[in-house]
């Protein structure tokens, strides 16, 4: 099976509807005729994206990553990408209010361009989030299967502190959580963690190109911060994700904690261990 | 029971019988006859006021936002205002104890004045939050939809640490989360936040007057910091209006650890970007 | 209805009674048996003391308060007081497990004496908390409802960083919320805020005078700071004792904050307003 | 299947049927035929280990001590020892996903060895934690009953700010919470607490010789830090195990902030009372 942009409704909804129950048909035909297709956010399984994203992002709000309607995830499964609506609150998002992209769609890497939808919420003046050019990015660069932006202030605190191109850690047993490039084999404890930052710019769609650049020239980069505004992080499965997710996180503010304390925090370069 | 000056008790009633089922009537009956209006805070919808209000305290608890009985939240709807009682736990508060008060009046707020009240909450003692007659200078002078009042320590501790009539802070992406003046169009990551400082006073409504001359003063200010005490802000929904609010705090936190780190908050003002 | 600590048991059970389903009666004849009074502890009133002591527990563990089984609270009813097991994990007390004394008895406040008690759970190796005679001086000297005993990291860090006998703070609008003795009016936000500090022991028990002794000393204390330990603290009922908590840690967290950042935390008497 | 040195799996498969319903015994064959024994981990008793795992990694999670998959807990009863699969999210694990092995088995602490199952989950890829040969170390030296081990950030700036090769605080009460050697009787509030920090290895089961050494070089210590790393605590119960790891957080977290404010830690060694 194998779904593209240029493919019509129809053919997402039959591949579709091969995971669903025959009952739902007559549901599946009416939303045919409205031009979505409902039933691409609609599973009893907890582990169905438009169920996972509202329950990962209550955690993150609990963690203080998607605060005041910040960040937030997205998830490719197979040919279909989801994501959440912009501007909302994250800890409050529904299934409903989950939009479904085609994959692959280069429009979508094009900032303020219109993408192409399988499905988007009926509620109105709903639009995807912002962070989808720089989603795109992380399954375009490294076929990554999910994809984290959060304003975590360790991040932000991070940024701030760290005044060059890149965050740099060495000697901490969280790095071992982190995966070359993201998606590769995992780090090792005598590995040095280098997460480069990109500078921020007004519209966050802006941030495409830097990003996309950076990704290239740092190719073994987990993620990418973005100065005074936070983190995108990826993995090769919506777990790896959250899993790097929390490692960087941790790993920011293991960081921010040590220069408080006057500690060296990259030892492989500073020395001082 | 007295009545607002715009329209009689019936209109209220009649308005919001709308939403109610018939089976109902018994209760509506008898609650007008102990000369409270005890329909206008019993909904099955969530997202009425009297459900979201403890909802949302129960957040802000967990947030340290209303410890200690402090702070709290009013959603004005249509012309209906409600709102928490005073000196109670505000994780714990219930729809019945929500009271109801007719909007606009004048009389709200002069301070230690009575009010008009459409409901009530039967249980002796309760009287209505401290904050009304603040919660009154944003609905009167933003024309909000809500208001929320924290003692976030974030707030508290930015009044000390900056010591002139505003905080102030640049450059960073949760700026864009604030609008003009509260209700207005979202600022851009390039402008600079200012959020007006007043003194505290002995007696919470005595803030009343000083809030709103600053209001007045700083029309684009998003929310008023009182010194030693915590934040007001207010917004165009109870969602913006809590958007806000954590966008505000996350700046508050944020700036007070730069500050901790020796960095420069404000660069559009300051240098050192 | 008058229980004093030389009435039968049977009297007990009898007033208890009344407030139970005919149904019971099998199992009060049962618990008199084996000489307990399981009905003191079991109700569906969710703020009947055996049920809130569980509840509240589970939600000060959530603050850090009550973390390594360390901490706790008492509620006292008529002349019945409620007090949970020593040395169990708090967060994971059932009403089974709570301990009901009769008030008063003046054997509790001698430490390491033989108390009367009108239930004790079950379980074998279970204790009453070796806080019990610490929170019989609040219920002895200021007529309290509940005490309220945490190790707070707050609390703890205050007495290391005021080293005298008190710890200090004044022009905090969370003031407002402490009763003066802890049962009395409340604070003005004028008022210095006075909370003793009494010397560790390597005993609990052993805290039991110099508690007593400085709660004369300082008739206005509303609570009692024991060093390098944590606080005790009460009320004139639970919920104005948990407020009082509440409202006691965070000004005890916030003067730490400001101590970290050089800011006067007692203007009324360091000057620097 | 392979089975322990000391007896058959009909054994072990005997022993915990007497715990099982009749009704399973359909699915014991079945099981059996299989080469697992999936009725150990399958008991409606909150407190099977099987259960008690997951639970409690999941408030873990939430105290920051199993991020990013790191850390766990192993309980042991009676023959058995229960733990998590290495790699995965702690707060996510199910009663399906545990391991259970046959205790006592010499092979688990020799590094990178084959270990004897009594059941491990179905689900392709799990691997038993890389811990087991750290927690056997608890189990065969200390005769524990659980072993937790956290990627606690207390933990590891602990080991960061003390760099020499133990912990130590003094006057703390919580203390008192901690056991001599992890499973003998509580310390008193006038001992000095001392926590061994051994240096972290890449491969985490190569830190099992020296944690052995360190637990045997000092006999009273109730746990052991991995410098950059986290810390390994263990005790009689698994309630006795938790307390102390909550307690010695507790003691980890606040000594770095009495650091950080330029406070003596050990005044029993220091001075400075």
């Not at 085609?102 to 003046?125: C, D, I, M, N, W």
């Not at 202030?153 to 005044?163: I, S």
């Not at 993201?182 to 830097?210: F, M, Q, R």
Request: net charge negative; glycine share 8%.
């Amino acid at each position: 099976m194998s779904l593209s942009r240029q493919g019509s409704n129809a053919q997402y909804t039959r591949v579709d509807a091969q995971h669903h129950d025959d009952d739902d048909d007559e549901y599946e035909n009416e939303a045919r005729t409205e031009g979505t297709v409902d039933e691409l956010v609609e599973s009893d399984d907890p582990e169905h994206p438009a169920n996972l994203i509202p329950e990962l992002c209550r955690g993150f709000y609990t963690l203080g990553w998607v605060t005041g309607t910040g960040g937030g995830i997205s998830i490719k499964k197979g040919n279909l990408v989801y994501l959440a609506p912009s501007g909302v609150q994250k800890e409050r998002i529904l299934p409903s209010h989950i939009f479904v992209l085609p994959y692959p769609q280069p429009s979508v890497v094009k900032a303020h361009t219109e993408r192409t939808f399988l499905r988007k919420p009926k509620q109105e003046g709903l639009k995807e989030s912002a962070c989808t050019p720089l989603f795109w990015n992380a399954f375009d660069l490294r076929s990554a299967a999910a994809c984290i932006h959060t304003h975590s202030q360790h991040a932000v605190m991070a940024t701030l502190l760290w005044k060059g191109e890149t965050f740099e850690i060495s000697h901490q047993e969280m790095i071992k959580g982190i995966r070359l490039g993201g998606t590769g084999k995992t780090l090792s404890y005598l590995d040095t963690l280098v997460v480069p930052i990109i500078e921020n710019t007004p519209h966050e769609e802006d941030l495409t190109d830097s990003m996309n650049e950076m990704m290239k020239k740092y190719p073994d980069a987990a993620g990418i911060l973005v100065r005074r505004h936070g983190l995108y992080v990826w993995g090769p499965t919506w777990q790896g994700t959250k899993t790097q997710a929390e490692c960087l996180d941790y790993l920011f503010e293991i960081g921010v904690k040590m220069k408080l304390m006057g500690l060296s925090v990259c030892p492989a370069k500073e020395g001082g261990l």
